[in-house]
């Protein structure tokens, strides 16, 4: 299995880059969808673009002939018309554990820049729900986000994070 986030996200990237980069409406999301499927029938991708963010979740049952960091790269670079060495240097990429473990940071809003807030979980979800509806999902992708919603869920019930 082979799960894979590559994420423009406030932490490395200014605004105007992440601006740049984003899929900010449902006709570009959707386009990039179709586009994505066309070079990448086989792999699951979420995109979750929002002001602070722009991340590519993408999962390949195939461990060595999955999705790489400049597949992903490539696509975003070709689509939004943007030299790839404007971008690569402000993204992060993690693979495997790490990348499932950054989603879940950024569901339970531990990857905010205002930690607890709770508008990204919200974000999450609609980014999971738009993948869905553009059947770019698959087992590996539900089963992680399914997941990382339940987890939002219970640190928001369970802890005071939300509460400052």
Same mark, same amino acid.
């Given at each position: 299995?082979?799960?894979?986030? =590559?994420? $423009?996200?406030?932490?490395? /990237?200014?605004?105007?880059? @992440?601006?740049?980069?984003?899929?900010?409406? %449902?006709?570009?999301?959707?386009?990039?969808?179709?586009?994505?499927?066309?070079?990448?029938?086989?792999?699951?991708?979420?995109?979750?673009?929002? $002001?602070? @963010?722009?991340?590519?979740?993408? %999962?390949?049952? @195939?461990?060595? &002939?999955?999705?790489?960091?400049?597949?992903?790269?490539?696509?975003?670079?070709?689509?939004?018309?943007?030299?790839? &060495?404007?971008?690569?240097?402000?993204?992060?990429?993690?693979?495997?554990?790490?990348?499932?473990?950054?989603?879940?940071?950024?569901?339970?809003?531990? &990857?905010?820049?205002?930690?607890?807030?709770?508008?990204?979980?919200?974000?999450?979800?609609?980014?999971?729900?738009? %993948?869905?509806?553009?059947?770019? $999902?698959?087992?590996?992708?539900?089963?992680?986000?399914?997941? /990382?919603?339940? =987890?939002?869920?219970?640190? @928001?019930?369970?802890?005071?994070?939300?509460?400052?």
């Amino acid at each position: 299995m082979n799960v894979l986030v =590559v994420s $423009c996200n406030h932490h490395k /990237a200014g605004v105007q880059l @992440r601006e740049r980069l984003a899929f900010s409406n %449902a006709e570009l999301l959707n386009s990039a969808y179709s586009q994505w499927r066309t070079i990448h029938p086989d792999s699951e991708i979420v995109v979750l673009s929002t $002001c602070n @963010r722009v991340e590519i979740y993408a %999962a390949d049952e @195939r461990s060595n &002939d999955g999705v790489s960091f400049d597949d992903i790269t490539r696509f975003i670079s070709q689509f939004h018309n943007v030299p790839p &060495d404007e971008f690569v240097n402000s993204v992060l990429a993690h693979s495997g554990t790490a990348a499932v473990e950054h989603l879940f940071e950024v569901a339970c809003s531990i &990857d905010s820049m205002v930690l607890g807030e709770p508008q990204i979980v919200n974000q999450v979800k609609e980014a999971y729900r738009v %993948a869905q509806e553009n059947e770019a $999902c698959g087992p590996l992708t539900n089963v992680l986000f399914q997941h /990382a919603l339940k =987890v939002s869920a219970q640190v @928001r019930t369970e802890t005071g994070l939300a509460d400052g």
